[in-house]
C-alpha cells in the first residue's frame, strides 16, 4: 500500500486536509526501523477513509463551556432504555450506585497491543517526542505492569498479566494548513499504518498524537474541536473511536492533541510535571475506555442517572479543582508499574469506586 | 401587612404580583387554625423588590431544555477545592466522585414545614387531593421514617421528629396570559410567613401550583416550568432563600404540578403517577432545602459531571418510558414512615451510594 508518489489529490473537503498531508511528505525512507516507522499516506489511505464505516466518537471533554456543552450533548444523544436498580424494595436498605457501568454486550478487548503515531510538521518549529509528550510508551508500558490495569479484568472477564504491551510507534511528517486537522485525516493517518504494519481488528490501539498548536475537529463544519486557540469551538481534549475500512477491516484508535494547556492539563506540582502528567493523564483515561467499550456498545452507564448516562468508567472518574480561575485535571498521585505517576482512576464497579487497583481477592 | 387598596402600578417584575392581589376574594382570611387564606398585599410586592435573593437551585425537566440548565448550574457553581490527590503511595486509592463537601454554610438542624396552595380564582378548581395528593400527609410520613435520617450526617443531629408539619395556606388568584415569576411566589411567600410570624431557618415553604400554571425564574420568560412550551421548560422545581428586609431570612421549595411529561414519575407506583410525582419532587426539594438552603453548604464541588450537585440531584434517574425525549423519572418504592411510596433516594457519603436508610 505505499507509493514514493507525491500526489496532488482534489477530493471532496473532507479530504482536502488529508491531501495535504500526502502533498508534504517528503521523499525519504519510510521506516526508519521496524519498529520506528515513518508512513507516507497514499490515495488508498483517503479513499479507506472516506469509505470507512466510523463509529461515534466519545470525546473527553475540555474543561471550559464548551466542553461542558458536549458532555451534556452526549448525554442527550445518547439516551437509550435502561432498567434502573432499586424498585420494590419493602424490606431492608435500598442503595443505589449511580456510576456502576453496564455491558451491552458489545465486545471488548481482552488483550491489546498500543502503538503511537506521532504527528510531526514538516515545516516550522518541530520537537521531540520528549518535549512534545514525554514518553506516552513508557506510561503504557508500566501501565501493562501495573495494579492499575487489573480494575478492568472485571470488565473483560480475563486476569492474566501482560495483556495489554506497547508495539511499535511511527512518525507521520505533515504541513500544518490554516484549518484544523479532522477526524477522516486522522482516520487516514491510522489506516496508512495499520496497512502498512499489517496491525488491524481488536488486538491493536493507535494512538495518534499532535503536536502543540494543532488544532483538530470532528468534521469538516469545525463545530466541535480541539482548538485552544478558539473558545468557541473548544470542545473536547482527546476522543476514542473506531472505523471499519473496506480493506483491513476494524481499527480502534485514539486521539491526542497536545493536552498541556487550560482545558486539558492537570493540576500543577504533579511528579513528572505537568506535560508529561496531563499527556499519561489523557493517554490513560482514552486506553481505558477503548478497552472496556470500544464499539461504545459495551461498558457504559445505562442505569439513567442524570448526570452520568452514557459515561465510560474514565469519564466517571474526572475531578477537577479550580486554582487561581483555571480548570484542572484533580488527578492523584500513585505507582503504576515502575513509576509514580499522576493520572486520573477509572469506576470499579466490584468496590463502587473509582479505583487504582483491582479489588481485594482479584490478583 | 393587609390593605384594602387594590391597584399598584408596579414594574414587570412584579406585575403578576398585582393580578393575584386584585383576585384575591373578600372572605376570613382562615378557615381554621391550620388552614390561611392568604392575600398578598402591597406590601408583599414591595418587601420583594427590597429582598435579597440569597440562592435558587433548580430540578431540571426531562427535557432538552433541562439539560442545558444542568449543565449551567454545573459549569456556574464548580468552585474551589481541595481534591483527592496527591502524594498517595498506597496500593489501593478510591475515590468516590458523589460524595459532597460541606462548604461552611447554614444547615436546617429542625423546621416545621408549611404548604402554600395555589388556587386559580376562575376556571377550573381542583381539591388539594385532586391537584397534589396529600403533600402534608407525606411530610409527616417522612418526618417518621428512616429515610429523614440518611441527613443526619449533614446536620449533625440524630434525634426523632425534627422535620414537622405546621399549617397550610390556599392562595387564590387569576390566572393570567403570562407565567407567574420568582417574585410572585416570594410575594406569597412574604405574604404567609408575615402572617404567621415564621421566617427564619427553622420554618419551610412549600408553594405548590395548579395544574397548567406556569412559572419562570424572571421577566425574561426564559428559563421556566412551562410544559406547553417545551423551548423555555428547565424546571420541575426548585428551593430557594431570600432575606426580606421585614421579616428576614425565608426558605421555599416551588412546586408546580408535576403530573406532565418531564417531571412525572414513572407509571404504575404504588400511590398513583399523581401523588407519587408530587411526593418525589417535594423529597428532593426538600431534602436539599435542608442540607443546602443558601446554596453554600452540602455540594459536589469534584466531579466534573456531578459538581454543583446537590444530594438529591445525584440520585435522579430517568426512564423513558414514552419512546420520546420527555422522560419519566425513575424512581424505587419502599416504606416512608407509615406508608409505601415511590419517590428518589439521596445521597449518603457514608454509604458513597444513594440510600434509602442510614
Not at chain 1, 480541539?226 to 473496506?246: I, L
Not at chain 2, 443531629?157 to 425534627?162: F, G, Q, T, Y
Request: with cysteine; net charge negative; aromatic share 10%.
Amino acid at each position: 500500500m505505499r507509493t514514493d508518489t507525491l500526489f496532488l489529490l482534489k477530493f471532496s473537503i473532507v479530504a482536502a486536509t488529508i491531501a495535504t498531508l500526502v502533498a508534504v511528505i517528503p521523499a525519504q525512507a519510510q521506516s526508519s526501523s521496524p519498529d520506528e516507522p515513518t508512513i507516507q499516506l497514499t490515495p488508498a489511505d483517503h479513499s479507506a477513509a472516506i469509505g470507512a464505516k466510523v463509529g461515534v466518537h466519545h470525546a473527553y471533554p475540555a474543561n471550559n463551556a464548551a466542553g461542558q456543552a458536549l458532555r451534556a450533548r452526549q448525554i442527550a444523544e445518547r439516551r437509550r432504555m435502561n432498567n434502573a436498580s432499586g424498585d420494590g424494595n419493602f424490606g431492608g436498605t435500598i442503595l443505589q450506585y449511580t456510576g456502576d457501568v453496564t455491558s451491552l454486550g458489545g465486545n471488548v478487548l481482552t488483550s491489546a497491543v498500543s502503538h503511537a503515531i506521532y504527528l510531526q510538521r514538516q515545516t516550522g518549529s518541530q520537537c521531540t517526542i520528549g518535549t512534545c509528550w514525554g514518553d506516552p510508551e513508557g506510561f503504557l508500558r508500566d501501565l501493562g505492569n501495573s495494579d492499575f490495569i487489573h480494575v478492568i479484568d472485571q470488565y473483560v472477564g480475563l486476569r492474566d498479566a501482560n495483556r495489554y504491551t506497547v508495539g511499535f510507534h511511527a512518525t507521520v511528517n505533515y504541513t500544518p494548513q490554516a484549518t484544523p486537522l479532522l477526524d477522516s485525516d486522522i482516520q487516514a493517518v491510522v489506516h496508512a499504518v495499520a496497512t502498512h504494519t499489517g496491525a488491524s481488528g481488536y488486538g491493536h490501539i493507535f494512538h495518534v498524537f499532535l503536536p502543540p498548536g494543532q488544532d483538530e475537529c470532528f468534521d469538516s463544519t469545525l463545530s466541535e474541536c480541539y482548538s485552544p486557540d478558539n473558545p468557541a469551538t473548544f470542545y473536547f481534549c482527546a476522543y476514542h473511536d473506531y472505523a471499519d475500512f473496506p480493506d483491513i477491516g476494524h481499527v480502534i484508535y485514539t486521539v491526542h492533541p497536545y493536552a498541556n494547556l487550560p482545558g486539558c492539563q492537570v493540576q500543577p506540582g504533579t511528579p513528572n510535571g505537568e506535560l508529561v502528567d496531563s499527556t499519561d493523564d489523557i493517554v490513560n483515561h482514552e486506553t481505558f475506555e477503548a478497552i472496556t467499550d470500544p464499539d461504545l456498545d459495551a461498558w457504559r452507564n445505562e442505569s439513567g442517572a442524570a448526570y452520568l448516562f452514557t459515561d465510560e468508567i474514565a469519564d466517571e472518574c474526572q475531578l477537577l479543582v479550580v486554582l487561581d480561575g483555571e480548570y484542572y485535571n484533580d488527578v492523584p498521585t500513585f505507582l503504576i508499574g515502575a513509576h509514580r505517576y499522576a493520572v486520573q482512576l477509572v469506576y470499579s464497579n466490584e468496590q463502587h469506586a473509582c479505583s487504582s487497583a483491582a479489588s481485594k481477592g482479584n490478583p | 401587612m393587609k390593605t384594602s387598596s387594590p391597584h399598584c402600578f408596579c414594574t414587570l417584575a412584579i406585575a403578576a404580583a398585582v393580578t393575584l392581589l386584585l383576585a384575591i376574594p373578600a372572605r376570613a382570611q382562615s378557615s381554621a387554625p391550620g388552614e390561611l387564606t392568604i392575600q398578598t398585599t402591597a406590601a408583599d410586592n414591595a418587601a420583594v423588590l427590597a429582598a435579597r435573593l440569597r440562592y435558587r437551585h433548580a430540578r431540571p425537566a426531562n427535557t432538552a431544555a433541562g439539560q442545558e440548565l444542568r449543565v449551567q448550574q454545573t459549569a456556574e457553581r464548580t468552585s474551589l477545592h481541595n481534591g483527592t490527590s496527591g502524594g498517595r503511595e498506597s496500593r489501593e486509592i478510591l475515590q468516590y466522585f458523589g460524595d459532597v463537601t460541606y462548604g461552611g454554610g447554614q444547615v436546617v438542624k429542625s423546621a416545621v414545614s408549611h404548604a402554600i396552595y395555589l388556587q386559580p380564582q376562575t376556571g377550573s378548581q381542583c381539591t388539594i387531593a385532586t391537584c397534589w395528593g396529600d403533600p402534608e400527609e407525606f411530610l409527616r410520613d417522612l418526618d417518621n421514617s428512616d429515610f429523614i435520617h440518611v441527613i443526619d450526617q449533614y446536620v449533625w443531629l440524630h434525634d426523632a421528629n425534627r422535620y414537622t408539619v405546621g399549617f397550610h395556606a390556599t392562595v387564590n388568584y387569576t390566572p393570567q396570559a403570562t407565567p407567574l415569576l420568582d417574585t410572585d411566589i416570594q410575594a406569597i411567600v412574604h405574604a404567609v410567613a408575615a402572617k404567621k410570624g415564621a421566617s427564619g431557618y427553622g420554618h419551610i415553604y412549600h408553594v405548590f401550583l395548579p395544574p397548567g400554571q406556569d412559572e419562570c425564574f424572571d421577566s425574561t420568560l426564559s428559563e421556566c416550568y412551562s410544559p406547553d412550551n417545551p423551548a423555555t421548560f428547565y424546571i420541575c422545581g426548585y428551593h430557594s432563600s431570600v432575606d426580606f428586609a421585614d421579616i428576614g431570612h425565608v426558605i421555599y421549595t416551588f412546586q408546580p404540578y408535576q403530573n406532565v411529561n418531564g417531571c412525572q414519575v414513572q407509571p404504575g407506583t404504588p400511590n398513583g403517577r399523581l401523588v407519587d410525582s408530587a411526593d418525589d419532587n417535594l423529597d428532593h426539594e426538600l431534602i436539599e432545602s435542608i442540607t443546602d438552603p443558601d446554596g453554600d453548604a452540602w455540594t459536589n464541588t469534584s466531579s466534573a459531571y456531578y459538581s454543583g450537585a446537590e444530594i438529591a440531584d445525584e440520585c435522579q434517574y430517568y426512564k423513558d418510558f414514552q419512546n420520546e425525549y420527555l422522560d419519566s423519572s425513575y424512581v424505587p418504592t419502599f416504606q416512608i414512615g407509615a406508608h409505601v411510596y415511590a419517590v428518589q433516594l439521596v445521597y449518603s457519603n457514608e454509604q458513597h451510594a444513594c440510600s434509602s436508610a442510614p
